[in-house]
């Protein structure tokens, strides 16, 4: 039960952080359209066709020096950063394919809403469905 109870404890938070990271990411790319984003977009996507297998000596060096090694914040950051990029291409490409209207329209921005409120909104309406859907 003890080995159920650390991988769970490691895929929950993997998850709760990639997703909220990755959403934040590919909103802001998506929002602040510029062509350093782009750039970053296609950089991040680039990074996932290095094999996990060859950083994995040099993530336990790394782990070991900062003495992190049988924490579960080892796993759980070395988790979250070999799939940042790819929910963040998968929530770059899923937000542009929804009408603009649905995350950024003048009602909105006029009313006292701010920026993170809209970011809410289009997270819970829009992008539920995809989010576990992935998950799955």
Same mark, same amino acid.
């Given at each position: 039960?003890?080995?159920?109870?650390?991988? !769970? @404890? @490691?895929?929950?938070?993997?998850?709760?952080?990639?997703?909220?990271?990755? &959403?934040?990411? !590919?909103?802001?790319?998506?929002?602040?359209? +510029?062509?350093? =984003?782009?750039?970053?977009?296609?950089?991040?996507?680039?990074?996932?066709?290095?094999? &996990?297998?060859?950083?994995?000596?040099?993530?336990?060096?790394?782990?070991?020096?900062?003495? $992190? &090694?049988?924490?579960?914040?080892?796993?759980?950051?070395?988790?979250s950063v070999i799939q940042l990029p790819f929910i963040t291409w998968l929530m770059l490409s899923f937000m542009r394919? $929804?009408?603009?209207? $649905?995350?950024?329209?003048?009602?909105?921005?006029?009313?006292? *809403?701010? *920026? *993170?409120?809209?970011? $809410?909104?289009?997270?819970?309406? =829009?992008?539920? =469905?995809?989010?576990?859907?992935? +998950?799955?």
């Amino acid at each position: 039960m003890k080995y159920f109870f650390n991988s !769970a @404890v @490691v895929a929950i938070s993997t998850s709760i952080i990639v997703i909220l990271l990755g &959403t934040l990411t !590919a909103y802001g790319i998506l929002i602040y359209r +510029s062509k350093l =984003g782009e750039y970053f977009s296609v950089f991040m996507i680039l990074g996932k066709l290095v094999p &996990t297998i060859t950083i994995l000596i040099p993530l336990y060096i790394m782990m070991n020096k900062m003495g $992190l &090694t049988g924490t579960y914040f080892a796993p759980i950051i070395a988790h979250s950063v070999i799939q940042l990029p790819f929910i963040t291409w998968l929530m770059l490409s899923f937000m542009r394919g $929804l009408p603009k209207e $649905l995350y950024f329209t003048k009602a909105q921005k006029l009313s006292s *809403e701010g *920026e *993170e409120e809209m970011m $809410l909104t289009l997270n819970i309406d =829009g992008s539920n =469905g995809v989010v576990f859907n992935w +998950s799955k």
